[in-house]
């Protein structure tokens, strides 16, 4: 990794929470993200980013496309790939998250009200194994198995 590189990845991580997220997306769509920062909540914080400016009519494909471009150039470290379910899903709750909120507020103030967004066992609740794990889960929306969305 050469000196430039570790410089951004260092700020980068350090600063998660408090970059600027014009700067976040601009990492994103340019898919200038180190893929080791493409975390869980870094997908929620580029949705949250998109449904707040967009809509999520207008949101939808562009966080699918961002995220396919992005996984498309990592393709060699990528474990799990591409999910329609699993980002359906997010959209879903993430707008309802969202829509609970007053209208100016921070991705940091959204996490903390809706810290179960973040907990990794969440979509558990909707999804079984069994769905998730459909390799057509990944191509096309499946609805809840457990719990249906409101």
Not at 44 to 67: D, S, V
Not at 93 to 117: G, N, R
Not at 130 to 142: A, C, D, G, I, T
């Amino acid at each position: 990794m050469d000196l430039v590189h570790c410089i951004f990845f260092f700020d980068f991580s350090r600063s998660f929470r408090t970059i600027g997220d014009e700067i976040f997306m601009q990492a994103f769509e340019s898919t200038s993200m180190p893929f080791e920062l493409w975390t869980h909540e870094a997908h929620l914080r580029m949705a949250w980013n998109y449904i707040t400016q967009h809509g999520q009519q207008e949101a939808t494909p562009l966080i699918k496309q961002g995220i396919l471009r992005l996984n498309e150039k990592n393709k060699d470290k990528i474990k799990y790939g591409y999910s329609e379910t699993i980002t359906m899903f997010y959209i879903h709750v993430l707008t309802k998250a969202i829509l609970s909120m007053p209208s100016e507020h921070s991705f940091e103030d959204f996490l903390k009200c809706h810290k179960y967004l973040t907990d990794s066992s969440f979509i558990a609740q909707y999804y079984s194994y069994k769905v998730l794990e459909n390799p057509e889960s990944k191509v096309r929306f499946f609805e809840p198995d457990r719990a249906a969305l409101t």
